[in-house]
């Protein structure tokens, strides 16, 4: 679906499936290696520290919102792209900062829902 002037893109339900895989085989990885009941918390602590590339990686649906106008000189430039999708069997809506090549660069804001409908809703009203 493309909507014009805001560029919207609907990636695929199936990307979100393969992140809550990618999140139980880390959390089964991290307790073969550091015990039982460790691998929850270090998967956890590991997404905190990585969120932006996570929350990237398990959107299923985009809309670019408009450039990111920093308060610092920056070398490059960014963009706000409004995201939705499903990370750790939780819904989400973010606002991202990513540059031209696509890649993450921070989350600036994240809420949680309980189902795709309100989290695209809230995607689609984000400015």
Same mark, same amino acid.
Do not use: P
């Given at each position: 679906?493309? /909507?014009?002037?805001?560029?919207?893109?609907?990636?695929?339900?199936?990307?979100?499936? /393969? /992140?809550?895989?990618?999140?139980?085989?880390?959390?089964? *990885?991290?307790?073969?290696? +550091?015990?039982?009941?460790?691998?929850?918390?270090?998967? =956890?602590?590991?997404?905190?520290?990585?969120?932006? %590339? +996570?929350?990237?990686?398990?959107?299923?649906?985009?809309?670019?919102?408009?450039?990111?106008?920093?308060?610092?000189?920056?070398?490059?430039?960014? %963009?706000?792209?409004?995201?939705? *999708?499903?990370? %750790?069997?939780?819904?989400?809506?973010?606002?991202?900062?990513?540059?031209?090549?696509?890649?993450?660069?921070? /989350?600036?804001?994240?809420?949680?829902?309980?189902?795709?409908?309100?989290?695209?809703?809230?995607?689609?009203?984000? =400015?």
């Amino acid at each position: 679906m493309e /909507v014009i002037m805001s560029m919207y893109q609907s990636i695929g339900t199936a990307s979100a499936n /393969v /992140v809550d895989r990618v999140m139980e085989m880390l959390v089964a *990885g991290l307790e073969l290696e +550091f015990g039982r009941g460790a691998g929850q918390a270090m998967a =956890h602590r590991l997404l905190e520290a990585e969120e932006a %590339d +996570f929350r990237w990686d398990a959107r299923v649906e985009e809309r670019w919102i408009g450039a990111y106008e920093s308060i610092d000189d920056d070398e490059f430039e960014l %963009d706000r792209i409004a995201i939705c *999708g499903r990370l %750790d069997g939780k819904w989400f809506c973010a606002t991202m900062l990513v540059d031209g090549d696509g890649q993450a660069h921070g /989350v600036t804001g994240c809420r949680t829902f309980l189902s795709l409908v309100r989290a695209r809703d809230a995607m689609l009203r984000a =400015h």
